[in-house]
């Protein structure tokens, strides 16, 4: 049986467990144990059993793998608990840890019975093993405590409910090191994912040594920012990784049951390549390696010469990477320069292809084909669909919401779910004021959870076409390591069991394991966000301004932990007063809160707000919601290789125009503006029509204030300084005349749309 149908087989076995129920029974009052994923059938026993740096790791199976994954666990243990297990040979089984093979479980799954006795593991494959390994870990790391552990007596029965369960990284618009893709990796192992999907090349890097091709990341892996060498930003930003990099990250992947699917995108998204050779595009013009976000126009071309050279592109892919899958993107390539392009068209009318999509879809069935002949398979996002060529075998990767999926399974095709925005971990999991850059709206811990992965409207048949589901780390507003972490957790434990767990639900549940999994992420310096427990202090703002009295309401995203406050400016602790209902203020005041798990650990850390006049009229620009007609919104960094985490503005590149909410204008006579310029680094392509372009009165454009709404009166206009002769952060200052009641503002620039984009940092009236 080869591993193509090794994985149609196991995809079938796997979706039926699918309607199995999650099981966990057990005895008395005690907490489930803090699993994640949830395993598909647990069942508690009496008694317990206790781990300590005395107890035997006895190996009955002696395998390189089974080695390997002893290692693990032994090296896992000892950075997080300090608890440092041992090998022996020759020990009964009696009062051990016992790691065993049982050809009779299904591939991936594991038993794990934890009696009086000892602890023993069993699984039919390496990575059924590695798994119960995993779930063991998590057993003996229930809290944040060190050394000894004792663990309840249970049976755990447990096996995968999808084949591919995912995580996508761009290493493109921002480049991770070899020893952070390893932390990924690393995490990605401890939830039970086995597919790391690496975006190796874009418009805007290339990422992949190609030895035959050396131009490729001579030239083709850097790129030069905007106001390079200013302000904090490189005079050159880039980096790739040498194959023998890549050896070492896919063995490492391996060790870990991880299987790494590059992908090499085309035809589109090609412009760093084509910056490196020319020859391959469309125009035969040498264009820089780009520096903007979005969708670029540059092609590959279609001739013979630029096939021969993806083909040897592949050819050293293919022997750096042994998954069976190879992703060629497919995505986002608009078509405007085949279709001014005498040669594609001519090419075309040979061909008998009479649409530029039908060509694509020509392309990818060529790339297809090779990639047949090496006993590989191609994958792509699902605009490969639009093609009248596309290989029968290949597998689709839904990203435009799940139609694609859809239409794919329809035509017999399997897929991968990876919708936006439900699974882009590019959106930021929080709206409040210190959320990282991202783009909104908000895709919570909460909101990945209840993903859905087989869609309803899929009969049996197409179902089984649903290889499984992963997630995606787009890169533009994630610039460092620590904006991934941030990004990627927890949601990804919330991905691990929609991946990994039967199909039922334990919102509550999954809440109540959390706090343990936290204490794990603590205990290995993974930098992930609170925003899911982050608490909101929030108050009727205008009824405060007119009375100088609050009503405050706290909460957070899950309605999980306890929340404590204090109103003397101090950090809240388990001592401080517990929020029951909302509570009065009289201003001035400062609210602290934070939220407690049940074990008193802290869920989010505290946030603060401080209730005075002055605060309540000055309000960040990240707070301040569009103008009514775009509902696009960004928060982006000062520059877009900025490594800080904040501060952050939010941006709207299709209209620069934000309300500040309707406030009690009466003896409010000045408006002040922290403003920032920003770079315009974003390709829109056939969506640029869409930018407002409002007219200015001064060369560089105002901030013109109107009253009510944006085709109200004008209260004033504040001309922007010259880009060329000014900091990137400036203020701006007006008289407002004056007003009575209750009147909103909106805030317009009216810069060239050719120019710099400006944000709004802090907008305050005052008397």
Same mark, same amino acid.
């Given at each position: 049986?080869?591993?193509?149908?090794?994985?149609?087989?196991?995809?079938?076995?796997?979706?039926?467990?699918?309607?199995?129920?999650?099981r966990v029974?057990?005895?008395?009052e005690?907490?489930?144990?803090?699993l994640?994923?949830?395993?598909?059938?647990?069942?508690?026993?009496?008694?317990?059993?206790?781990?300590?740096?005395?107890?035997?790791?006895?190996?009955?199976d002696?395998?390189?793998?089974?080695?390997?994954?002893?290692?693990?666990?032994?090296?896992?243990?000892?950075?997080?608990?300090?608890?440092?297990?041992?090998?022996?040979?020759?020990?009964p089984?009696?009062?051990?840890?016992?790691?065993?093979?049982?050809?009779?479980?299904?591939?991936?799954g594991?038993?794990?019975?934890?009696a009086?006795?000892?602890?023993?593991?069993?699984?039919?494959?390496?990575?059924?093993?590695f798994?119960?390994?995993?779930?063991?870990?998590?057993?003996?790391?229930?809290?944040?405590?060190?050394?000894?552990?004792?663990?309840?007596?249970?049976?755990?029965?447990?096996?995968?409910r999808?084949?591919?369960?995912?995580?996508?990284?761009?290493?493109?618009?921002?480049?991770?090191?070899?020893?952070?893709?390893?932390?990924?990796?690393?995490?990605?192992?401890?939830?039970?994912?086995?597919?790391?999907?690496?975006?190796?090349?874009?418009?805007?890097?290339?990422?992949?040594?190609?030895?035959?091709?050396?131009e490729?990341?001579?030239?083709?892996?850097?790129?030069?920012?905007?106001?390079?060498?200013?302000?904090?930003?490189?005079?050159?930003?880039?980096?790739?990784y040498?194959?023998?990099?890549?050896?070492?990250?896919?063995?490492?992947a391996?060790a870990?049951?991880?299987?790494?699917?590059?992908?090499?995108?085309?035809?589109?998204?090609?412009?760093?390549?084509?910056?490196?050779?020319?020859?391959?595009?469309?125009?035969?013009?040498?264009p820089?390696?780009?520096?903007?976000?979005?969708?670029?126009?540059?092609?590959?071309?279609?001739?013979?010469?630029?096939?021969?050279?993806?083909?040897?592109?592949?050819?050293?892919?293919?022997?750096?990477?042994?998954?069976?899958?190879?992703?060629?993107?497919?995505?986002?390539?608009?078509?405007?320069?085949?279709?001014?392009?005498?040669?594609?068209? @001519?090419?075309?009318?040979? =061909?008998?292809?009479? %649409? *530029?999509? !039908?060509?694509?879809?020509?392309?990818? /069935?060529r790339? #297809?084909?090779?990639?047949?002949?090496?006993?590989?398979?191609?994958?792509?996002?699902?605009?490969?669909?639009?093609?009248?060529?596309?290989?029968?075998?290949?597998?689709?990767?839904?990203?435009?919401?799940?139609?694609?999926a859809?239409?794919?399974?329809m035509?017999?095709?399997?897929?991968?779910?990876?919708?936006a925005?439900?699974?882009?971990?590019?959106?930021?999991?929080?709206?409040?004021?210190?959320?990282?850059?991202?783009?909104?709206?908000?895709?919570?811990?909460?909101?990945?959870?209840?993903?859905?992965?087989?869609?309803?409207?899929?009969?049996?048949?197409q179902?089984?076409?649903?290889?499984?589901?992963?997630?995606?780390?787009?890169?533009?507003?994630?610039?460092?390591?620590?904006?991934?972490?941030? @990004?990627?957790?927890?949601? =990804?434990?919330?991905? %691990? *069991?929609? !991946?990994?767990?039967?199909?039922?639900? /334990?919102?509550? #549940?999954?809440?109540?394991?959390?706090?343990?999994?936290?204490?794990?992420?603590?205990?290995q310096?993974?930098?992930y966000?609170?925003?899911?427990?982050?608490?909101?202090?929030?108050?009727?703002?205008?009824?405060?301004?007119?009375?100088?009295?609050?009503?405050?309401?706290?909460?957070?995203q899950?309605?999980f932990?306890?929340?404590?406050?204090?109103?003397?400016?101090?950090?809240?602790?388990?001592?401080?007063?517990r929020?029951?209902?909302?509570?009065?203020?009289?201003?001035?005041?400062?609210?602290?809160?934070?939220?407690?798990?049940?074990?008193?650990?802290?869920?989010?850390?505290?946030?603060?707000?401080?209730?005075?006049?002055?605060?309540?009229?000055?309000?960040?620009?990240?707070?301040?919601?569009?103008?009514?007609?775009?509902?696009?919104?960004?928060?982006?960094?000062?520059?877009?290789?900025?490594?800080?985490?904040?501060?952050?503005?939010?941006?709207n590149?299709?209209?620069?125009?934000?309300?500040?909410?309707?406030?009690?204008?009466?003896?409010l006579r000045?408006?002040?503006?922290?403003?920032?310029?920003?770079?315009?680094?974003?390709?829109?392509?056939?969506?640029?029509?869409?930018?407002?372009?409002?007219?200015?009165?001064t060369?560089?454009?105002?901030?013109?204030?109107?009253?009510?709404?944006?085709?109200?009166?004008?209260?004033?206009?504040?001309?922007?300084?010259?880009?060329?002769?000014?900091?990137?952060?400036?203020?701006?200052?007006?008289?407002?005349?004056?007003?009575?009641?209750?009147?909103?503002?909106?805030?317009?620039?009216?810069?060239?749309?050719?120019?710099?984009?400006?944000?709004?940092?802090?907008?305050?009236l005052?008397?």
């Open positions: 049986m080869n591993r193509r149908s090794i994985l149609s087989c196991c995809s079938c076995l796997l979706l039926a467990l699918a309607a199995l129920p999650l029974a057990g005895a008395g005690m907490a489930p144990p803090s994640i994923p949830q395993p598909a059938q647990l069942q508690r026993q009496s008694g317990s059993f206790t781990v300590d740096a005395s107890t035997p790791l006895v190996l009955a002696r395998s390189v793998a089974t080695k390997q994954t002893a290692g693990y666990l032994i090296d896992l243990l000892a950075r997080t608990r300090g608890l440092r297990l041992r090998v022996v040979d020759n020990v089984a009696a009062g051990a840890i016992v790691l065993q093979r049982d050809l009779q479980i299904v591939a991936g594991y038993a794990l019975t934890v009086p006795q000892g602890i023993r593991i069993a699984a039919g494959d390496d990575a059924g093993l798994h119960g390994a995993v779930t063991l870990y998590q057993l003996l790391t229930p809290d944040a405590k060190q050394g000894a552990v004792e663990v309840p007596a249970m049976t755990i029965h447990d096996q995968p999808f084949a591919w369960r995912g995580l996508m990284l761009d290493s493109v618009r921002h480049f991770q090191s070899v020893d952070e893709v390893k932390r990924l990796l690393d995490q990605m192992a401890q939830h039970k994912l086995n597919v790391f999907h690496w975006h190796l090349t874009d418009d805007q890097g290339w990422r992949i040594q190609i030895k035959r091709y050396p490729l990341t001579r030239i083709g892996a850097w790129r030069t920012p905007p106001d390079a060498g200013k302000d904090g930003e490189p005079k050159r930003y880039g980096g790739f040498t194959q023998a990099q890549i050896r070492e990250v896919v063995a490492y391996a870990r049951h991880i299987t790494i699917v590059p992908e090499l995108d085309m035809p589109g998204h090609a412009q760093a390549a084509v910056a490196a050779y020319p020859q391959l595009g469309v125009t035969g013009k040498r820089e390696v780009s520096v903007d976000w979005g969708v670029n126009p540059y092609l590959y071309n279609v001739d013979d010469a630029t096939f021969d050279f993806i083909d040897n592109v592949l050819d050293e892919v293919l022997a750096l990477f042994p998954s069976r899958y190879i992703h060629v993107g497919g995505d986002e390539a608009i078509k405007d320069q085949w279709q001014a392009s005498p040669a594609v068209q @001519a090419k075309m009318r040979a =061909l008998g292809i009479t %649409s *530029e999509d !039908a060509l694509q879809g020509w392309f990818i /069935d790339i #297809g084909q090779y990639l047949d002949r090496h006993g590989r398979k191609l994958i792509g996002w699902d605009e490969i669909l639009e093609g009248e060529h596309l290989p029968a075998d290949a597998t689709v990767m839904s990203w435009r919401g799940t139609d694609g859809i239409k794919a399974t035509m017999g095709h399997d897929v991968v779910m990876s919708p925005p439900a699974l882009y971990f590019d959106h930021v999991q929080g709206d409040l004021a210190d959320e990282y850059a991202g783009r909104m709206g908000v895709e919570s811990l909460r909101s990945v959870y209840a993903f859905q992965v087989v869609p309803a409207v899929l009969g049996p048949k179902a089984a076409h649903v290889l499984g589901v992963q997630a995606n780390v787009w890169a533009e507003h994630i610039p460092t390591f620590a904006h991934v972490e941030h @990004a990627v957790f927890p949601r =990804l434990d919330a991905l %691990s *069991e929609v !991946a990994w767990s039967p199909a039922s639900s /334990d919102w509550p #549940g999954f809440l109540a394991r959390l706090p343990a999994q936290l204490a794990r992420y603590r205990a310096h993974v930098g966000a609170d925003s899911a427990f982050a608490v909101d202090i929030a108050i009727d703002r205008t009824l405060a301004l007119a009375t100088g009295k609050a009503t405050v309401t706290l909460s957070n899950t309605d932990g306890t929340i404590r406050y204090t109103l003397d400016g101090s950090a809240p602790t388990q001592a401080s007063p929020y029951d209902a909302p509570f009065n203020v009289t201003l001035p005041t400062t609210v602290r809160a934070a939220s407690f798990a049940a074990d008193g650990s802290v869920l989010a850390s505290s946030r603060r707000r401080v209730l005075d006049r002055a605060s309540l009229l000055g309000l960040d620009g990240n707070d301040l919601p569009n103008c009514p007609g775009s509902d696009f919104r960004l928060r982006v960094q000062p520059l877009p290789d900025a490594a800080s985490a904040s501060p952050v503005y939010s941006i590149v299709f209209n620069s125009c934000q309300l500040y909410p309707a406030t009690p204008l009466d003896g000045r408006i002040h503006v922290e403003a920032v310029r920003l770079e315009r680094n974003f390709a829109l392509a056939h969506e640029q029509k869409l930018v407002v372009s409002h007219p200015n009165r060369p560089f454009g105002e901030l013109v204030v109107h009253l009510d709404t944006c085709a109200g009166p004008v209260l004033a206009s504040m001309a922007l300084p010259d880009p060329a002769h000014s900091a990137r952060n400036f203020t701006l200052d007006a008289a407002l005349p004056a007003q009575q009641g209750e009147r909103a503002l909106c805030l317009i620039y009216t810069a060239p749309i050719d120019g710099p984009l400006y944000a709004l940092g802090r907008v305050a005052s008397p």
